[in-house]
């Protein structure tokens, strides 16, 4: 049985998809984009922003030579904007898929009289991409956001038929869609996803009706593909990684729930990859959590809540330290003569000092690891405090207070700009600390 066709245990639909809460907001809203600055930081800097024609909500304004808004030739790249521009003057907007950004535009598949869902397909959708998604403006639609690289879904489609005979919608792979920002609440902190070879299978068998290539299976009876999970295990772990994707209990695993399989992988990733780093793992965490609810076992899912995006950056730092402390870490597999490469020589510092040094808080610790893993191996990077406070999960005056308490480490300095916080990485010196 492959990851593509097996069923998803325990996606219980919720009583009331559309909460009161959220329909009051689309009422409220319903020609505005809600909270902008709580999109997804992917859509917040997509450049293919457009104002909505006041006289037609429907239909997409682009700019002319001169700068202004007309409805001609909105869609070349070229005469579109970014959000803050677009906005303005009246908060009404939209974006234009293209380019790898695809958007699913489930059609009413929401009861306008009980906010009920009425297609079970689109739960699944929703589990399977865990992506952000979007109520649309009339309360019983829904807009679900992903990047791809498969040039096939860079084209629109008529998605197939529901349970109830009627076709669900669109998949807009070049077109206009309007934009509520009106997030559905359990997707509201999921980044835009890129899709995986798997997911993209999905989309075309299930919603799109497309035979596209044959599918690689995820379990044979030979092998098991880690790939769509992003894993590349040393030869002498690989079985280990493979036990652990066929849902065999490891020695000494007690806690057989998402969190204790999540736990067991993250450690083997940073223990046993060969070149596992901060963000792969926390893509990987997030990716396991879609495979852990379509693939496990019923009794392990069973109560099992949608873990929101700080919970999966706590694991991984969790993980990573777990693995220093028992000398386990392994960043290459090179040999003699081997380079590391700056971003290397960053993690590692952090992992021997910043990580080990008991006066500092574990949240301090993690805005820490949140500059390293966002420069890559840069020297510096700028964060602004609203974006690292997105990133921990906390409050800009949390955030000032966290680079207050760092101050006392100079092999991380920080520059005030009108930019935003210029972090300065010397993590490859001795830290007066």
């Known amino acids: 049985m492959s990851f593509s066709e097996s069923a998803l245990h325990a996606l219980t639909q919720p009583p009331c998809f559309l909460a009161p ?3 009051i907001f689309l009422s409220t809203h319903r020609e505005n984009v809600f909270a902008p600055n709580l999109l997804p930081e992917f859509l917040r800097q997509w450049p293919g922003w457009l104002r909505k024609d006041p006289d037609n909500p429907k239909k997409p304004l682009g700019r002319n030579a001169e700068g202004k808004w007309e409805p001609r030739r909105w869609n070349r790249p070229e005469n579109q904007a970014r959000y803050g521009e677009a906005l303005r003057p009246d908060g009404r907007a939209g974006i234009h898929a293209r380019d790898g950004l695809g958007i699913l535009d489930f059609d ?3 009861s306008s009289a009980t906010g009920e869902l009425l297609e079970p397909l689109v739960m699944e959708t929703l589990a399977r991409l865990n992506s952000f998604a979007s109520y649309s403006s009339s309360g019983t639609g829904l807009h679900v956001f992903v990047r791809t690289r498969n040039a096939e879904l860079m084209r629109n489609y008529k998605l197939s038929a529901g349970s109830r005979g009627t076709g669900l919608g669109e998949w807009l792979g070049d077109s206009f869609v ?5 997030a559905i609440p359990e997707y509201s902190d999921r980044p835009v996803v890129e899709l995986s070879a798997v997911q993209e299978q999905f989309i075309l068998k299930n919603l799109l009706n497309i035979q596209s ?11 098991f593909d880690l790939d769509f999970l992003g894993v590349n295990p040393k030869p002498s772990n690989r079985s280990y990684f493979t036990s652990l994707m066929r849902w065999n209990r490891p020695f000494g695993m007690r806690d057989t729930s998402h969190s204790g399989w999540n736990r067991y992988l993250l450690r083997a990733y940073f223990m046993g990859d060969t070149n596992p780093s901060f963000p792969e793992a926390l893509a990987l965490s997030i990716r396991f959590e879609n495979y852990f609810i379509a693939t496990a076992p019923a009794e392990y899912v069973r109560d099992h809540h949608r873990k929101a995006s700080q919970w999966h950056k706590q694991e991984v730092l969790k993980a990573a330290e777990y693995a220093r402390e028992r000398g386990r870490l392994i960043f290459t597999d090179g040999g003699p003569g081997y380079l590391a490469t700056p971003y290397e020589q960053q993690a590692t510092h952090f992992l021997n000092h910043l990580m080990m040094d008991k006066s500092l808080s574990p949240s301090a610790v ?9 420069a890559g191996g840069r020297s510096q990077v700028v ?4 974006q690292m406070a997105r990133l921990l999960g906390c409050n800009e005056r949390t955030v000032k207070r966290l680079k207050v308490e760092l101050q006392s480490h100079s092999c991380l300095r920080y520059d005030r700009s009108q930019l935003g916080t210029t972090y300065k990485l010397r993590l490859d010196n001795p830290c007066d600390s």
């Open 108 to 110: 009413f598949v929401i």
């Open 178 to 182: 309007a934009l509520t920002g009106v």
């Open 383 to 386: 964060i602004t405090n609203p």
């Open 213 to 223: 290539k044959p599918e690689k299976s995820v379990i044979s009876s030979d092998d």
């Open 366 to 374: 993690r805005l820490a690891g949140m500059v390293v893993a966002q």
């Open 21 to 23: 809460r959220e329909l």
